[in-house]
């Protein structure tokens, strides 16, 4: 299934969203609903609370006074943690259970007000935030909550700010104009990304990729890397590989094509071809089939120490099963040629500003021969030969370590 984490500060109209989402036929698990289920009259996790708070927090009839609670945990972080210590691990295991009764085709929305703050975003195949001004929250939390002004900046700032969802979002919704306007942009959402994402998931297939031909470089390329790094270390574990950002994207105000390179240092390839294959595919990366290694590109000459000349270098290639998002997850063992190779290009890139200039042209002859996962081209050119060699001088004189 394809697991959607939905995420929003408190007033900015989460709620709407995944009730849009429920109308195209998302299963929809809502962290508030269960939230109040593990700490309804008679649960271990409303005993547990009291235990903490006292019964102050309990209403005459013995149900949990919400707004007691709220008094207490909002203005008292430590209190709030240990509020959080109680009902999180409960939401947790009750969300599992629901996640694991949802059919194997389903686009499953996970509704979560702490998402970011919990660290969830990684254990989804994509996060969207529902962004709306502060202004506008406040006015809302007033007006349909009946909560006084104080109380709303206090919740509002006892969240994540927009800064820090921002950095966890794959996409973002901006609510601040009509509802109409907000379930257009749901309905683009779940036509054009979140149906096909699921079935290419679903069939362990990668998205078509984009035309691979050179863009401006987007300044937000290594916050897009460092949120698919961290789900794919989140796929990979227990096993703690090296990832590193590579190829174009990885090297700041560098132009090329719009395709995120990551490298995944391996022990061997077997590893490349057991395990490791499958949960990357079930976390959106699935394989590129019949790519077995890449090639240096250049022709009759010898790349020098750790280039290999043309015999080829082995890797396994992994794309995107996201069709908003391209992405080229090279695996290749530690030490090995190609591997050395990426590493060094990319840092030779970050240090010679005038390389980095003439790098886009070349790219551009290239595009033609990318191949379908979305990676850089292949094409021979003198170009590399000769970046290659300056990059290993610069190597030696540096001191330059992979």
Known sequence: ???????????????????????????????????????APGTEGLAAIVAAFSDRVLTADGALDRAALGALVF???????????????????????????????AVVVNDVPLLVEVGLAPTYHLVVVVRTAVATRLERLTRTRGMSRAEAERRIAAQADDARRGAAADVVLDNDGGLDELHAAVDALWSARLVPYERNVREQRVAPGRPAVPTAPDPTWPQQYARLAARIRHALAPDDLRIDHVGPTAVPGLAGPDVI?????????AEADGPLAGRLADAGFPRVPGVRGDRPRWVGRDAGTG?????????????????GRPVAVHLRVAGSAGWRHALLMRDHLRADPDRRAAYPAVQRELAASAPDGGGSGTAHDPWFAEEHLRAQDWAARSGWRP
């Open 261 to 269: 390179d990551v490298q995944v240092t391996v022990p061997s390839m």
């Open 75 to 105: 203005a008292d972080v430590t209190a709030r943690r240990r509020l959080e210590e109680i009902t999180h691990p409960r939401v947790r295991a009750r969300s599992a259970e629901l996640f694991a009764a949802a059919p194997a085709d």
């Open 307 to 323: 280039g290999g000349g043309d015999e080829g270098w082995e890797q396994r290639l992994h794309g995107s099963a996201d069709p």
């Open 1 to 39: 299934m394809l697991r959607v984490g939905l995420t929003g500060g408190i007033g900015s109209g989460k709620s709407a969203v995944a009730a849009r989402l429920a109308e195209r036929g998302a299963v929809i698990v809502d962290s508030d609903r269960i939230a109040r289920e593990v700490v």
